[in-house]
Every structure is written in C-alpha cells, then in structure tokens.
C-alpha cells in the first residue's frame, strides 16, 4: 500500500463530502486507502459516508475521542507506508497525493513533510512553522510577530516556493512515513484538539527524523470544520494544548510560564476589544464578547491529568 489516508470528523458531513471527492479525484495510480474516523457525529456523517462512498474504512467512534486519540485509532489500522493526516475542511488537487509520496521514496532520511497549502481565496497559508519557544509566544503575546520580518514563529515573512526544513508541520495536511512512527510512536492522547501535532513533530524531530516543507501542489485548507463550531472554546483549549506542550517536554516551570504568557495574550486582547467597544469600533463587541469568554474560562485551560474535551 502506497499511502494511507487518515481522517477525523466531527460534525462536518458536507465538508467531508468535499473533501473525500477531491481525494478521490487526485488518487491517480495510487495504491491507497482512506479511512475516516467519525467521533459520535450527530449530524449523520457517518451515514454520508457508508451510502456515497463505500470503498472508504468508516470506523465510528460512540464519543468524541478529540484528534490525536481519533486518529491513532485509524493509524493503528492503516497499512500504507506512508500516511497522510488530513482535515476535513480541505480540498486535495492534482497530483499533491502522488508527488508526496514520490518525493519521500526519494528522502529517506525524511519523517514527514507538508505539502503547499492554500487559504480559501488562494493565498498561501503559513501550514508550517517553528516551535511555539516561549520566546515566540512572547513575541506572538505583545503583538511582535504581525510584522512579517519579525515573525519567525509563523515564518510569515516566507513565501513557501522552496523548500526548508522546519520544526512544526500542520496537521491538516500532512505526510508521515510509517517507518518513523513505528519508531516514535502514535500521537500523544493527552492531547485533545491542540498541541498533538507540534508534540509528534517535536519527537520526530528528537529521533532524527528530517521535517520538512515541500512545495508540492496543493492542498486548499478553508479552516471552517470542527474548529468553527469550537467558538471561544478554541482558545482556551490552544492555551490547554500549548501549556501541557511546554509542561511535557521543558517541565512544570516552562509550564507555568507559558500559561502565564498566554493568559496575557487573551486577556490583553479582552481589554483591548472591551475598550474599543466602548468607542463604537466596528466589530469590537463580538470580539470583546469572544475573549472576556476566554478569559472566563482561563482556569480551566491550566492542563491537568485529564484532556480539556469538548461535547458534541
């Protein structure tokens, strides 16, 4: 089996839809599989996909297991020796399937890549970046990094024609080699909706596995599935995802500051919000409503034994 393709839906049947489409199209003489992992959908996704397409492996979760644990029970399964984690808010065009695979049979000494990932109006979306350092989420807290030159987090500043090496590949649209998760492992539960990626990158990484952005065409991310539903919960469960990241791998001390660091992010951007709608800014009501949200739910985001999970 040439490539194994893994997603994870929650309540995004139409998206899915699209999505199994266009990788159906872009299969080419692929040897491959899909396999989709429904997390107690209640929006008869499944269904969708045993009526309209059933050369896809369902298999249907009874809750909603988040990401990493969604898709380590699909992993477990898949037999492709390569694997791609795919969003369901993605579309996959032309050949992309077949380059990646093509291009990692030619890069052995490769764990994943991520391929040229597009916004919904055709720009280029920053689909890689470095490690969330502390240093960058400082940067990222006082504003610094919307100056592209500055922003070296995001790697705004690049517009991903080349290819590089990188520490962190999203998790929308990326190409594993089984040999390295054999070597790794599957993605950490403990992570619910944020984080997994960036951790599994990071040991990739730390066994010496290359990772690296290739500018193979294309992959249009519109980043409007199960995180659109998600409402100020996507903070608070980023500040969880980001923290138990630090907390894991730099210690209870790296932990705490970077929860400290976060809780200024969101709490400063409350304040900012609230005053501009004091002055009638255009907008500035919804978003002030969105952090002084986050801000009230700050204490919960402080990662504990359990995954900060979300109800369908």
């Keep these: 089996m040439d490539l194994s393709i893994v997603i994870v839906n929650w309540n995004t049947r139409d998206l899915l839809r699209d999505c199994l489409q266009s990788v159906e199209a872009g299969r080419a003489s692929l040897k491959l599989e899909i396999l989709v992992v429904d997390n107690a959908s209640s929006d008869a996704s499944a269904e969708m996909v045993r009526s309209e397409f059933p050369g896809v492996h369902l298999i249907e979760n009874r809750k909603n297991l988040g990401f990493a644990a969604g898709n380590n029970v699909a992993l477990r399964r898949a037999k492709g020796r390569i694997v791609m984690l795919l969003n369901t808010d993605t579309l996959v065009h032309g050949g992309v399937l077949a380059e990646a ?21 055709g720009s280029v979306q920053p689909s890689c970046s470095a490690f969330p350092s502390l240093k960058h989420l400082t940067m990222q807290a006082l504003g610094l990094t919307r100056i592209a030159r500055w922003d070296s987090y995001r790697m705004t500043g690049w517009d991903r024609s080349s290819e590089l090496n ?16 054999e070597e790794v492992g599957l993605l950490d539960e403990t992570f619910f909706f944020y984080g997994e990626e960036t951790d599994w990158c990071h040991r990739f990484a730390s066994a010496g596995w290359r990772l690296v952005f290739v ?49 200024f992010h969101n709490l ?5 919000w609230s005053v501009l709608a004091l002055a009638n800014r255009k907008g500035a009501k919804s978003r002030a409503r969105h952090f002084l949200s986050v801000a009230a739910d700050l204490p919960k985001a402080w990662p504990s034994g359990k995954q900060l999970a979300v109800q369908a």
Excluded: Q, Y
């Design 166 to 181: 990188v520490d962190v590949i999203s998790g929308a649209a990326m190409f594993v080699r089984r040999k390295a998760i």
């Design 215 to 263: 500018p193979i065409p294309e992959v249009t991310h519109f980043g409007g599935g199960a995180v659109g539903k998600l409402n100020h919960r996507r903070d608070v469960m980023m500040t969880e995802g980001t923290t138990r990241l630090h907390r894991k791998h730099g210690g209870l001390a790296a932990g705490m500051l970077c929860f400290a660091i976060l809780c």
């Design 268 to 272: 400063s951007r409350a304040l900012l």
């Design 101 to 121: 695979v093509a291009w990692m049979d030619a890069h052995p000494d490769t764990g994943v890549i991520g391929p040229r990932v597009l916004n919904s109006d």
